[in-house]
């Protein structure tokens, strides 16, 4: 089993920044991929940025140029660094890792975006 932590969620006004972590209880360098979904009330969960285990990064169209997503294997923690916040990006945001043995997901932190 792997647990996954999340943190950095919040109430920010359009156009400001957040960023989110997720800690994993294993390590991660033996991840096949890392990840960062979301959903928005009434909508389905939708990926949004994620990082294979060779570095290469793929994101969202609605939020490319926005979104950073980075890994640090040391520290087993994946942070997604929002920039330029919507309001159409408020959703709950999930951490997803994928191991040899099946996905795994964090419980998800809220992220807000309004005036």
């Known amino acids: 089993q792997v647990q996954l932590v999340e943190s950095g969620g919040g109430l920010v006004q359009p156009g400001g920044s957040l960023r989110l972590s997720c800690t994993s209880s294993?390590?991660?360098?033996?991840?096949?991929?890392v990840g960062w979904y979301r959903q928005a009330p009434g909508k389905q969960r939708e990926s949004v940025a994620l990082?294979?285990?060779?570095?290469?990064?793929n994101y969202a169209d609605s939020v490319k140029g926005r979104f950073t997503i980075s890994r640090d294997n040391a520290k087993n923690t994946v942070t997604l660094q929002m920039n330029s916040l919507k309001p159409e990006d408020t959703a709950v945001y999930y951490c997803?890792?994928?191991?040899?043995?099946?996905?795994?997901w964090g419980q998800g932190t809220q992220v807000t975006v309004s005036s």
């Open positions: 294993r390590n991660i360098f033996t991840a096949r991929a």
């Open positions: 997803k890792q994928t191991f040899w043995d099946g996905d795994y």
């Open positions: 990082i294979t285990s060779s570095g290469s990064t």
